[in-house]
């Protein structure tokens, strides 16, 4: 008998709000803070239209990135950005305990509780990227990251693929673009936590061209995300 799938959406960069306490003493430029750099913009728009699409559970971050990098791991180098390495070890504790632990915490028990009841779970973080980098234009639109040491992954990004781009024609559907699917991250840590035959999970990458566009294209674009998914 085949497991019923439960879908678990996250946007780990949903914002780029920097908390009160934090104002006065942590200089961000408006503009920094308005970029890429501060937060993913149109992620959080397309994760509630998912979560209430598919009836399913929603963890999103509350700072920006720049504040705390929610989907990095706690050793990482680009944990801190450079507007916070300057705070002593205590304060930067505190917002590992206040954010970064308990986001995690959320995520692990949605997954616990859906293995707990029998299910697989297919874990949707959702990113977006900036068109230009660097001085370098990309060449994507939509990317699915994952891991293809891992089947279930690899086949549902495979199948995925051929969904979005039949459905928006003319649209660069990449995968493991612009990023590689196996990096630091959420869903990397997840993969060492939980089996492959229970956990998959899958980023996916949107330019913010769109978002930042808006209109009818930024829109079917999301319509035909949420109707192609599982």
């Given at each position: 008998?085949?497991?019923?799938?439960?879908?678990?959406?996250?946007?780990?960069?949903?914002?780029?709000?920097?908390?009160?306490?934090?104002?006065?003493r942590v200089a961000i430029p408006p503009e920094i803070l308005e970029s890429h750099c501060g937060w993913d913009p149109g992620t959080k728009e397309l994760a509630r239209k998912l979560a209430r699409r598919f009836d399913v559970d929603l963890v999103e971050g509350e700072v920006s990135r720049l504040i705390i990098e929610m989907n990095r791991s706690l050793s990482h180098p680009k944990l801190w950005s450079e507007f916070i390495r300057a705070l002593d070890r205590e304060e930067k504790d505190a917002l590992i305990e206040r954010y970064h632990r308990p986001y995690r915490a959320r995520v692990m028990e949605s997954i616990e509780g859906a293995i707990g009841r029998g299910e697989k779970l297919f874990?949707?973080?959702?990113?977006?990227?900036t068109p230009?980098?660097?001085?370098?234009?990309?060449?994507?639109d939509i990317g699915l990251l994952f891991d293809p040491r891992r089947a279930w992954e690899t086949r549902m990004s495979r199948q995925w693929q051929i969904l979005l781009q039949n459905n928006l024609p003319g649209s660069r559907?990449?995968?493991?673009?612009?990023?590689?699917?196996?990096?630091?991250?959420?869903?990397?840590?997840?993969?060492?936590?939980?089996p492959a035959t229970h956990y998959a999970g899958v980023e996916l990458e949107v330019s913010q061209h769109f978002p930042l566009a808006g209109g009818r294209e930024w829109t079917q674009m999301q319509e035909t995300i949420c109707r192609t998914l599982l």
């Amino acid at each position: 008998m085949t497991k019923p799938i439960r879908l678990l959406v996250t946007c780990e960069h949903a914002t780029n709000h920097v908390p009160a306490s934090l104002r006065r003493r942590v200089a961000i430029p408006p503009e920094i803070l308005e970029s890429h750099c501060g937060w993913d913009p149109g992620t959080k728009e397309l994760a509630r239209k998912l979560a209430r699409r598919f009836d399913v559970d929603l963890v999103e971050g509350e700072v920006s990135r720049l504040i705390i990098e929610m989907n990095r791991s706690l050793s990482h180098p680009k944990l801190w950005s450079e507007f916070i390495r300057a705070l002593d070890r205590e304060e930067k504790d505190a917002l590992i305990e206040r954010y970064h632990r308990p986001y995690r915490a959320r995520v692990m028990e949605s997954i616990e509780g859906a293995i707990g009841r029998g299910e697989k779970l297919f874990h949707l973080s959702l990113h977006s990227f900036t068109p230009v980098f660097d001085g370098v234009t990309r060449n994507v639109d939509i990317g699915l990251l994952f891991d293809p040491r891992r089947a279930w992954e690899t086949r549902m990004s495979r199948q995925w693929q051929i969904l979005l781009q039949n459905n928006l024609p003319g649209s660069r559907i990449r995968r493991n673009q612009p990023y590689r699917g196996i990096t630091d991250g959420l869903t990397t840590a997840l993969r060492r936590e939980y089996p492959a035959t229970h956990y998959a999970g899958v980023e996916l990458e949107v330019s913010q061209h769109f978002p930042l566009a808006g209109g009818r294209e930024w829109t079917q674009m999301q319509e035909t995300i949420c109707r192609t998914l599982l």
